[in-house]
């Protein structure tokens, strides 16, 4: 089944503990990229990637790190998580045809606490 | 950078009804998707639209580039249809950073 898994789905942790949240796809997409959803603020990209080894900063980077080593995995690291970052994560990637991006598939979401 | 910006915000639908969903964007786009978050969370593509018209059974999309704006319809209103529906746009501007809207609550009632 053609998918985009998330892991872990939930996650509550304390100010400063590094975290990696794990997004890995199985449809040979090119581009992957994180969001962040807050309410009131709908999704904002945090970072993407259009290839391997090839990352580019979305609106609201800061406080987040990416890799794009392998094609079809695409972590978000927090080096030192705030309160602040508590939120709704949505990992997605797409297939990047023509250099346009396409259609866009979604996670499940990571519902990240930090206390 | 650019904007986007969708009305109504809130919309309430006895099952059955018609709705019209507005998604207006302050510059050119090469890209336009349509989602529905379900009330579980499920992000849920519709449509790739960044022109032209579509249709997938009850729901159809306009987009009019030349005008900056898209349309969702969603037809005989179901209350599966609950939920928020947001349109994203990616500029032409080289970079393709995505931009969403605050999206369109909807709530149909039985």
């Known amino acids: 089944e053609a998918q985009v898994t998330q892991n872990p789905r939930y996650l509550i942790t304390v100010t400063g503990k590094k975290l990696t949240v794990t997004c890995s796809q199985n449809?040979?997409?090119?581009?992957m990229s994180w969001y962040r959803q807050d309410p009131g603020l709908g999704l904002r990209q945090i970072y993407y990637s259009m290839n391997v080894e090839v990352t580019d900063k979305g609106d609201v980077p800061e406080g987040y790190k990416v890799s794009r080593k392998e094609k079809r995995n695409f972590p978000l690291i927090l080096e030192s998580p705030s309160p602040n970052q508590t939120s709704l994560y949505f990992c997605a990637s797409s297939l990047f045809r023509d250099r346009a991006a396409d259609t866009q598939y979604f996670g499940p979401g990571t519902r990240l606490t930090v206390l | 950078g650019i904007q986007v910006e969708q009305s109504p915000p809130d919309l309430i639908l006895q099952e059955g009804a018609n709705s019209t969903l507005r998604c207006n964007f302050s510059?050119?786009?090469?890209?336009l998707q349509w989602f529905h978050q379900n009330p579980w969370g499920q992000l849920i593509n519709l449509f790739y639209i960044p022109s032209g018209t579509k249709q997938n059974g009850r729901l159809s999309a306009t987009t009019v580039a030349t005008e900056r704006y898209s349309l969702l319809y969603i037809s005989s209103s179901q209350t599966t249809d609950s939920g928020v529906y947001f349109c994203a746009v990616a500029t032409t501007s080289g970079t393709y950073k995505y931009i969403f809207g605050t999206g369109t609550r909807l709530k149909v009632l039985a």
């Open positions: 449809m040979n997409h090119e581009y």
């Open positions: 510059d050119s786009v090469n890209n």
